[in-house]
């Protein structure tokens, strides 16, 4: 069976263009978590959605948003993109939401801001 | 003072040698994730366990939750083991936006000499 696998696997972009970035989850997998990755340093919450609603949420502003969508595959946007938005973006599926549910994770998204 | 803290930041082995690294965290947890990450950026999930000690190849996780600490061994260390290992947590009883959260270390760079 395919793992996680996101799209695109490597991006660059200009300061206030936006971006889009896609997750399809493992198979049966109907929770999807999305992580940032500083250079340096662990992945940091930015949200968690289950049966296409937003279960969790990080402290991340308002120009990050995301959807799932009904096969369980899910969006992450990034509005007026700032320098600070550099990192690894990762995807991460489990069977259900919530605390305790194995999360497995994808290759991730690098994305440059220029 | 972050919430989950590993030790050490840099590890350097010989190849053959028994490695362990730790996880401390200051917070109830309901189950802790081992991740190994390797340059590139994919995650794979090691070991998540809420009690005692799992066991798998070479790979050995253990936690005392009273003692809110953890500990990832690696027993005959290989140049191929070379790669970030990180501890992350879900909080117990995390609800409304900590939700499904996972909660991560910064990281043990492990790299093992031939």
């Known amino acids: ?114 | 003072k972050n919430e989950v803290e590993q030790s050490p930041q840099n590890l350097t082995a010989q190849e053959g040698e028994f490695i362990t690294i730790n996880c401390s965290y200051s917070v109830g947890i309901s189950a802790l994730h081992w991740l190994q990450q390797h340059p590139g950026g994919g995650i794979v999930s090691l070991f998540m366990l809420s009690s005692g000690k799992k066991k798998h190849g070479r790979l050995i996780a253990t936690i005392n939750i009273q003692e809110k600490h953890s500990s990832l061994h690696i027993t005959a260390s290989h140049p191929r083991d070379s790669a970030v290992y990180i501890c992350a947590v879900f909080r117990a009883n995390a609800g409304g936006t900590s939700y499904g959260k996972l909660t991560f270390g910064q990281g043990t760079i492990l790299t093992v000499h031939p």
């Open chain 1, 1 to 114: 069976d395919a793992g996680v696998t996101q799209s695109p696997t490597h991006l660059i972009k200009t300061r206030g263009q936006h971006v889009t970035l896609r997750c399809s989850p493992i198979s049966g997998h109907k929770s999807v978590s999305w992580y940032q990755q500083v250079l340096g340093q662990g992945p940091q919450f930015i949200f968690q959605y289950y049966e296409k609603e937003e279960r969790g949420r990080g402290n991340f502003p308002d120009r990050f948003s995301a959807r799932q969508f009904p096969n369980y595959s899910s969006e992450l946007n990034v509005n007026a993109l700032l320098l600070g938005d550099s990192a690894l973006y990762l995807c991460a599926s489990s069977i259900l939401a919530g605390a305790g549910n194995e999360q497995f994770f994808g290759p991730g998204t690098r994305l440059t801001v220029l």
